[in-house]
Each structure stands twice: as C-alpha cells, then as structure tokens.
C-alpha cells in the first residue's frame, strides 16, 4: 500500500461495499471515491478526510501516511493521565518509550483540545515546518 487512495480501496474493500455506498456515507459523489483511489494527487476535503476516518474508524493519520499514531502513556501504569502531580511525580509521558519535554506534554494538550479541522491544520503546519528544516 503506497498511498491514500490504496489504503481508501483497501479500508473499502474490507468492509465490502462499493465506491457509491461510501460516497452516501461521506457525503460526496461517487466518481469522487474513484478519483481518490485512482489518482495519487487526488485527496479529499478535509471534511470528507474527517468523515472517511470516523467511517472506517481509523485515524486521519492512517489515511494521510499510512502510519498510527505514537503510542502515549504515563510512566506510572502506563494509563493516560490528565493529573499533572502525577507527570510531575512520576517522569511525565512518555511516547514510544521515550519521555517527552514540558513542551511537547503542551503541545500534545493543546492538541487534544482542538476539533478535527483545527488539528489538521495544525498537523499540517507542523509537516510544513518540519520539511522547511532539511
């Protein structure tokens, strides 16, 4: 699987139903669902992107990179933790076996606290800069 539209077709085809059904679901036409999986340039809005996620039940993340999102827990019984005595007592989050920066727990807060358009954008900026880096 090389990119959206691939993993789109596949998530479709799991579930069994055709490219018109899911255009139903989402809420475009169905000759958008052919576009998205034939053309690799073609991407849906970030609307349709939110409603595809929910309807395969898989992150947007997923759709985008082909990749799940880092695995983030407290390092004290591996539960998400909202309680910052906790953080602070006990080394703070970590992802991926690797503790993260004061920064990046506020970031990652921040985050949380955004909807699904304003958590795009802001994926999408922090790629931009990213690449703007190399």
């Known amino acids: 699987m090389d990119g959206f539209g691939d993993r789109l077709r596949k998530l479709r085809k799991e579930k069994d139903i055709t ?33 595809i996620a929910e309807y395969f039940n898989v992150s947007t993340d997923y759709l985008l990179t082909g990749k799940e999102p880092a695995i983030i827990e407290n390092g004290v019984n591996g539960q998400m933790s909202n309680s910052s005595f906790i953080q602070a007592s006990y080394g703070g989050f970590v992802i991926n076996s690797d503790r993260i920066s004061p920064e990046s727990a506020e970031l990652l807060r921040i985050y949380e606290g955004l909807g699904g358009r304003e958590r795009l954008k802001l994926l999408n900026y922090a790629v931009s800069l990213e690449r703007s880096k190399e």
Not at 25 to 37: D, L, M
């Open 19 to 51: 490219q018109a059904v899911l255009a139903e679901q989402i809420g475009v036409v169905p000759s958008a669902i052919g576009k998205y999986e034939r053309m690799p340039d073609s991407m849906p809005s970030v609307e349709a992107l939110l409603k």
